[in-house]
């Protein structure tokens, strides 16, 4: 695929598997929108970047909030002109056992680590997925949306939110292969095992 040209938005781009995407993909050639929370990790995932002499701007935003990403999306067209994918890649982990009974005292997963991953992982994607399709839609500009699930979709010990949140972000990414086809937009979901990160 030659993805010279191309503008590609990364969420989560401020360290791990975000910031690594970003410089893969400005070594392709890519033009990109790092978007995170974590403004100093921007600023660093955009300079590697910009060593490769690729067009590279910082978006700081809270993926679970509507407003952000609706503003974050229109000036990704504002400046660029066009958007040709989406990697979804923005997650959180805060993981626990549903119960734990430890020396007589039991103990239990909190709504707060649920709610928190779901809002991240899940909203979060679908905020991005829906605002870059609109943009991408508007502008007639092609390509995919990719959304990073995880090899604990499946179930895993210890990570009721996070698998749950993983298998939605992979569910999402076959719903709108369906619906966004007719505009030229793939949609998929990679789901990566366990890799070093500071996540």
């Known amino acids: 695929m030659d993805l010279k040209q191309s503008v590609i938005a990364i969420t989560g781009a401020g360290q791990g598997l975000g910031q690594m995407m970003a410089v893969t993909l400005a070594q392709a050639g890519a033009e990109l929108a790092l978007i995170d929370v974590n403004e100093d990790g921007l600023k660093q995932t955009k300079s590697q970047c910009q060593m490769l002499s690729t067009k590279a701007l910082i978006y700081i935003a809270d993926v679970t909030c509507e407003k952000d990403v609706e503003d974050v999306f229109s000036s990704v067209i504002d400046d660029f002109g066009q958007l040709n994918g989406l990697v979804n890649n923005a997650g959180v982990l805060r993981d626990g056992l549903l119960v734990k009974q430890k020396e007589g005292e039991i103990s239990k997963m909190s709504l707060e680590q649920f709610k928190t991953v779901m ?16 943009q991408m839609v508007a502008s007639e500009s092609q390509g995919a949306i990719i959304n990073i699930s995880s090899v604990s979709r499946a179930g895993n010990i210890g990570q009721t939110n996070y698998s749950a949140s993983k298998a939605a972000v992979a569910t999402m990414a076959v719903c709108w292969a ?22």
């Not at 505009?183 to 095992?193: K, L, M, Q």
């Open 178 to 199: 369906k619906e966004l086809g007719r505009y030229g937009i793939r949609a998929a979901a990679v789901a990566p095992g366990i890799v070093q990160t500071a996540m």
């Open 119 to 134: 809002d991240v992982n899940v909203t979060g994607t679908f905020l991005c997925g829906r605002e870059a399709a609109l």
